[in-house]
T-cell receptor, first 112, second 112 residues
Framework: NAGVTQTPKFRVLKTGQSMTLLCAQD?????MYWYRQDPGMGLRLIHY???????AKGEVPDGYNVSRLKKQNFLLGLESAAPSQTSVYFC???????????FGPGTRLTVT | DAKTTQPTSMDCAEGRAANLPCNHSTISGNEYVYWYRQIHSQGPQYIIHGLKNNETNEMASLIITEDRKSSTLILPHATLRDTAVYYC?????????????FGRGTQLTVWP
């Protein structure tokens, strides 16, 4: 089992560019989550999904969109990147309603 | 979610027990206590959780006071690889969602 994988591991964008982060899990989990972590801070929830075809906003959703077309994949999109979106992005998955979440290795995004 | 309070930092000698405290005085009857840790530059890792009984697994032990207002995570024989930020979380289980709110946690440094 690979667990939770994230692509890419690193990315540098210029202000205004767009990109998509891919999260994949092979544990057949219903729930998936996107978090961001800024230096010296805890994780903040961006968006989450409780099943294929469903998504919902977390604490800090502005500037991001998500899609869950397949149960195993959860995509996070930035339509017009801003320097404030420079962060480390973590994806996680869990069984339905469970608080034991499994995290990916993260994507380090820098927006200049 | 119940508010949790943890010390900002702690240190421990290698081979000794590391005892990480957490206060959750507003915890309600159906809220579990979860512990995660995050090793530098990696995604968070689930450690253990409990409701009111003490719990033990291959990673750690969790001691919850009888009034459930505080708990202690115990790493019985700390190693250098246990250096990480440790998060104590008490999510509200009335929701069907597995949302976690991460605070600043405790930076544990294990020294040789």
């Amino acid at each position: 089992n690979a667990g939770v994988t994230q692509t890419p591991k690193f990315r540098v964008l210029k202000t205004g560019q767009s990109m998509t982060l891919l999260c994949a899990q092979d544990m057949n989990h219903e729930y998936m989550y996107w978090y961001r972590q800024d230096p010296g801070m805890g994780l903040r929830l961006i968006h989450y999904s409780v099943g294929e075809g469903t998504t919902a906003k977390g604490e800090v959703p502005d500037g991001y969109n998500v899609s869950r077309l397949k149960k195993q994949n959860f995509l996070l999109g930035l339509e017009s990147a801003a320097p404030s979106q420079t962060s480390v992005y973590f994806c996680a998955s869990s069984r339905a309603g469970a608080y034991e979440q499994y995290f990916g290795p993260g994507t380090r995004l820098t927006v200049t | 979610d119940a508010k949790t309070t943890q010390p900002t930092s702690m240190d421990c000698a290698e081979g000794r027990a590391a005892n990480l405290p957490c206060n959750h005085s507003t915890i309600s009857g159906n809220e579990y206590v979860y512990w995660y840790r995050q090793i530098h530059s990696q995604g968070p890792q689930y450690i253990i959780h409990g409701l009111k009984n003490n719990e033990t697994n291959e990673m750690a032990s969790l001691i919850i006071t009888e009034d459930r207002k505080s708990s202690t995570l115990i790493l019985p024989h700390a190693t250098l690889r246990d250096t990480a930020v440790y998060y104590c979380i008490a999510p509200y289980r009335g929701s069907t969602l597995g949302r976690l709110y991460f605070g600043r946690g405790t930076q544990l440094t294990v020294w040789p």
